[in-house]
Structures are given as C-alpha cells and as structure tokens.
C-alpha cells in the first residue's frame, strides 16, 4: 500500500515508520521541513507526484504550555494545515488517517470518555486539535480519527524517556497523583493504524472517530513507580524515592485534565483489536533506554 505519512520525525512516526517497513508497505514520510503542511501548492504537488493510497497525519504541534501563549501556531499545524490536508484526500478520494488527543475532552468526567461523548477542551492545545478533528469531518467523507493518550516511546520527549533521566540521576522526585490516565505505546499505536490500513484496503473498514491506549489505567504517580521497576529489570541502578503530589503543588501553564480515560471498547469491536496490555510495552521501551 503507498502510504503518505505527515510527522515523520515524531514519536508516532518514527515508530510507523519501521513497522510499515517491516509490513511491506512504500511510506512516503513527511517532516516538516520536507513540507510546510500550511502550503496548499506544496502538499497538493506532493499528492500528485506520489498518489497515496492513504495518508496517515500524525504531524501535531505537541507542546501542550507553549501553545497557551502560541496559539495561532498551534492552530496552524492542529487545524488549518489538516484542513487543506483533508481537502487533498477529499479531491484525491484517498482515506485519511488522523489522529487526535485525550485532550479534547474537559477532564471532569468520572467513567471513560466514548468517542460520541460532548467534548470541552480546557487547554488552547486540546482546542487546537478539537479544531483539527472539525475540519477532518467538514472537508473529508473517508476518515478515521484516532484518539489517544499519555504517549510514550523509545523516540522524542516523553515521561518514560524524562522519568528515565529523572530517576537515574535524582535522589528524591515528586510526581502528580491526581490526574488518571492511560498510557499509549507509539509502536503499539502504529501497529493499529496498520491494521486499520488493512481493513481500509479490503474495503472492511467502518470510517468515523475511535480511541487507542494500552489497557492499563493509572496516574501519573504510579506510571512513574511503574517506570521505575521496569528500568530496574531492565537492568537500571536506581535508588530515587519518588513521592506523590496534586496538579495545585505543580502548576502550568495549560491545565491537565484531571480524568481522561478513553474508553477504547467501540475500537476493540470495530476492528477486532483487543488493547495492548501496557507492562510489555513499557518493558520494550526500559530496555531500549537502558541499552543506549
């Protein structure tokens, strides 16, 4: 399958890349400096030349406190630049596969957000990417929207990648307790596109907004303690006491939301696709860490 992948240089990417590779599919990979999404002549010639058969958009501006003081950048790459992208699929009749974030949702639910459930964004960031998902569906009839969270990998900046150099360099850390979450794997999420990209290539594929995380729900604190035995058996000397805190004794500039759990069940059934347990993942990711 030709694929046309934006945000090639992020956790997703990297982690689609090798896995699409290993698959057997042709990724065209995008980085940003290979095209300014925001460019419709650029990205439309891009189309042309390369004749995707799918296109896979994990390109985001990610930087959750900068985008509170940033936000017109913010909705240039979560939101304009998708919607010229979902324009070219539209005129290309290429499926779109777009992925979004736990952080359209306000936080202040207290069971699992379904993907049909009222969204409330709380951050400019969450905003940006609500506005992101709004033009996939105004400009494009053939989409999925993935929503996902907490991701982590051996690739980029990430709080297993920040607890690693924390932990083996700290003798005491602190770490937020009040906000739940799940973890998502970016190599556990890459190889759910592909599997999607599978249903879409024998027409099996039923289009519209899912969630994607490991099946592991947690908070931030204990994900930490989690990390800390993982790098431990992944060989790791760590001696750091880590103790819990609240979201009040840690401020930011873009609120977290305190619950955002997806609910990932209409995914499961949709595509057949049980949730990834998190351990393994996250065994994965400690020893690579270690390894380097």
Request: charge should be negative; include cysteine.
């Given at each position: 399958m030709k694929i046309l992948l934006t945000g090639a240089t992020g956790q997703l990417g990297q982690s689609f890349i090798a896995r699409a590779a290993e698959a057997g599919h042709?990724?065209?990979?995008?980085?940003?400096?290979?095209?300014?999404?925001?460019q419709p002549a650029a990205l439309s010639k891009i189309f042309d030349q390369e004749q995707?058969?799918?296109?896979?958009?994990?390109?985001?501006?990610?930087?959750?406190?900068?985008?509170?003081?940033?936000?017109?950048?913010?909705?240039?790459?979560?939101?304009q630049a998708?919607?010229?992208?979902?324009?070219?699929?539209?005129?290309?009749q290429c499926p779109l596969i777009h992925v979004s974030t736990d952080?359209?949702?306000?936080?202040?639910?207290?069971?699992?957000?379904?993907?049909?459930?009222?969204?409330?964004?709380?951050?400019?960031?969450?905003?940006?990417?609500?506005?992101?998902?709004?033009?996939?569906?105004?400009?494009?009839?053939?989409?999925?929207?993935?929503?996902?969270?907490?991701?982590?990998?051996?690739?980029?900046?990430?709080?297993v990648k920040t607890m690693h150099r924390l932990l083996t360099s700290r003798d005491q850390l602190s770490v937020v307790s009040d906000q739940l979450g799940r973890p998502t794997y970016a190599g556990d999420l890459a190889d759910f596109i592909l599997h999607a990209a599978g249903m879409i290539a024998t027409g099996r594929c039923r289009w519209g907004?899912?969630?994607?995380?490991?099946?592991?729900?947690?908070?931030?604190?204990q994900f930490a303690l989690m990390i800390k035995d993982a790098l431990i058996e992944a060989?790791?000397?760590?001696?750091?006491?880590?103790s819990p805190i609240t979201t009040a004794d840690y401020p930011t500039p873009a609120r977290r939301p305190a619950f955002s759990v997806l609910d990932c069940q209409?995914?499961?059934?949709?595509?057949?696709?049980?949730?990834?347990?998190?351990?393994?993942?996250?065994?994965?990711?400690?020893?690579?860490?270690?390894?380097?």
């Open positions: 042709q990724v065209t990979a995008l980085a940003r400096s290979d095209c300014d999404l925001s995707p058969e799918l296109v896979v958009n994990a390109a985001a501006y990610t930087a959750v406190d900068k985008a509170e003081s940033d936000a017109n950048t913010a909705f240039a790459v979560n939101a998708v919607a010229q992208l979902a324009a070219l699929c539209q005129k290309h952080y359209v949702f306000d936080g202040a639910a207290t069971t699992p957000y379904q993907p049909a459930d009222k969204t409330g964004p709380a951050s400019v960031y969450g905003a940006s990417k609500l506005a992101g998902e709004q033009a996939v569906r105004q400009h494009t009839e053939a989409y999925l929207i993935i929503r996902t969270s907490w991701v982590f990998s051996e690739y980029g900046q990430n709080f907004t899912y969630h994607f995380s490991n099946a592991t729900t947690l908070n931030w604190y060989g790791c000397r760590i001696d750091t006491t880590v209409s995914t499961e059934q949709a595509f057949d696709y049980p949730m990834p347990p998190l351990a393994p993942a996250l065994a994965t990711v400690c020893k690579l860490l270690n390894d380097y």
